[in-house]
Structures are given as C-alpha cells and as structure tokens.
C-alpha cells in the first residue's frame, strides 16, 4: 500500500498519518522488539557504483505500534548495515504538530536528527514529505497553498544535508488538469529549492503519478535541473478499489523505463519474498538493469512494506537480496 494510499485509507488502519508513500493490512506475525537486534552478519554495502540507503517508513510499524524512537533512526540504520538515510515526515508529526511546525519545533527535529546521523556516520539522503496539501489540486489558491506548506521541508533539508525531499501529486484525477497542475506546483517548489540546492522529487506513489508515461511528460514540461523523479520499485498502483484490491496497475517495469530518465533517487521496494530470497512481486535482476542502463549510480533506497516477516527481518532480507542483484 503506498503511504498516500494509506492517508485516504488511514481509517480503516485506525491511524492517522500526515503523507509516506501509505499500507500494511496485515500485523506482523512476531512483536517488534525495541532494541535493535542485528539477526544477520552486517554486510558492507558498498557494492558497483551503488550504495545502500534505509527509507525510514520500513520501520513506521517499530515506530507507531511499538513505541521506538523515531530519533533512533540513524542507530538502527547503522546496525543493519546502511550507509544513507531517508526521512519520513509523517512519522515525526505527532512531535511537530503540538506545535503547530513552529520554526522552534522544525530547529529540534533537524538537530536532533543531524546529531544522529553525525554520531552514527551515516548520511542524510532525502525527507519524504507527506501531508502538506495537493500539489496538482485544480483549485489555485489550494495549490499555492501547498507549495508553501512545504517550504519548511525544504530548509529542513538543508539544514540536514539531505540533497532533496520527496513529494507527492496528489490532485486532479482528470489527465490535462492534473498535469497543468503538477507542473505548476513543481516549478513553483522547485524554484524555492533551487536557492536552497535541494531537489524536488516525485515518486510514483497513486494515482496519476503511477502512470509513467504521465509523470515523465510532466518533468520534460518543468524541465528544472532540481526537479526529479524518486523511481519506487513498487507504486505502480493507478486505481485502488477496496484495500488491498487495486483495480488499475500500470506495468511497473514500463513505467521505471519511462520515469528513470529523471531519477535523482531510487526506492527498492518490497512485500514479499519466496523460499530463495527473491522478492516475488518485482524482478529486482531486471529492475536494477533498468537502473544502470538510465545511468543512475546513486543510494538504492530499501523500503520494506511486508507483513510476513518482521519489519528487521524485511528490511535485511531487502538490502541482501540487493547485494547480491549488485
């Protein structure tokens, strides 16, 4: 489920999140433990021109049901054998919004999350922004508003050498006005973030932005240096019925062809894993050759979203399976 499709079907979870990309219907088959617990032999991830990143929504489940720190991100990250970091706003908004985004609540995160990162010698990638209003909404007062509720997001960025945050086009479902909107709001951000050296990036995360040929229209149209695709291995999901059912998939190894021309990012997403270790919804062999054949020779984001394996054990079954794709 991706984290916008988990905003609109945040009831049914019985949560309330503010953006990610998002999904699980199913509980954990083993409780969470509060302590890291490395149940693997770290590998070192640095493997071809490519390194590993953490997307810290794999670990919302540690975080919201079983009461880890968000703040431990980087420590946690560090155990398992990462050397990126990738933020989730959403997860981080029961703190920011008692008060309300103040400039004194935005300094704490980014200081707090900064000392981590330094103490643990990782490196901070993206903030994944969610929640902050519909960039591709029709309505322009709406749309401006949006763009401006981001603009903390991105001095957050750079106040924590990130290199972007992730939005989302959330919006029209209509095609035409859902692109003049979309490349209005991202030339609006963009050009905010452009004198802060942050990237705007788009995953396909819903919707129209599932459909690759769409999205990709979408960026040759803002055609801004800073304004970018985050490809996920996943997202391909146009048309939800009834969670989990979704009713519209656009083919996934297509739309990374079409959208990774664009990529300042990569998400290696995954569900579910067979007896050999290979996720069973994406080729990651065939995934990771779309990747190196658009030139991209940045972080790999894992983002585990399964709910057979525990969010630890997903995430290292994640970054091996990767290794040994690399």
């Known amino acids: 489920m991706i984290r916008k499709s988990f905003i609109r079907y945040g009831v049914l979870a019985g949560v309330v999140f503010g953006l990610s990309l998002n999904y699980s219907c199913k509980q954990n088959k083993k409780e969470e433990n509060t302590e890291t617990e490395t149940t693997e032999e770290v590998v070192e991830t640095e493997t071809s021109n490519f390194k590993i990143s953490l997307a810290q929504w794999s670990m919302h489940k540690m975080i919201r049901e079983g009461g880890v720190d968000p703040y431990t991100f980087a420590e946690k990250a560090k155990a398992w054998g ?29 200081d707090k999350s900064l000392a981590e990162s330094k103490k643990h010698g990782l490196e ?3 903030i994944m922004i969610d929640g902050q209003g519909d960039l591709a909404t029709t309505d322009e ?19 924590l050498g990130c290199h972007s945050i992730r939005v989302n086009l959330s919006g029209s479902s209509e095609p035409e006005e859902w692109t003049a ?26 919707g129209l932005s599932s459909n690759g040929a769409m999205l990709a229209n979408v960026f040759k149209e803002v055609n801004m240096d800073n304004c970018g695709t985050l490809p996920d291995f996943g997202n391909f999901c146009i048309t939800w019925g009834e969670w ?15 959208i990774m021309p664009y ?17 069973i919804h994406s080729d990651y062999a ?3 050759q779309i990747v190196k054949d658009a030139g991209y020779t940045g972080f790999i984001g894992v983002e585990y979203e399964g709910s057979d394996l525990s969010e630890e054990e997903g995430i290292l079954a994640t970054k091996n399976l990767l290794l040994k794709v690399l």
């Not at 990462?82 to 995160?109: H, R």
């Not at 990529?263 to 996720?279: C, L, M, P, R, T």
């Open 82 to 110: 990462f050397e990126g970091l990738e933020y989730v706003s959403g997860l981080y908004y029961p703190e920011l919004e008692k008060d309300n985004f103040s400039e004194e609540a935005m300094k704490n995160f980014v």
């Open 244 to 258: 989990p059912e979704c009713l519209e998939w656009y083919d996934r190894y297509k739309g990374m062809e079409e």
């Open 124 to 126: 901070n990638l993206i």
């Open 181 to 206: 909107a979309s490349i209005d709001g991202l030339t609006k951000l963009s050009t905010y973030a452009k004198d802060k050296n942050i990237n705007i990036l788009v995953e396909n995360h819903g």
């Open 141 to 159: 007062a709406e749309r401006n508003a949006a763009v401006e509720n981001h603009y903390k997001w991105v001095d957050a960025a750079a106040a």
């Open 286 to 288: 065939r995934m990771m």
């Open 263 to 279: 990529a300042k990012a990569v998400s290696a997403k995954s569900h579910d894993f067979d007896e050999n270790g290979n996720e």
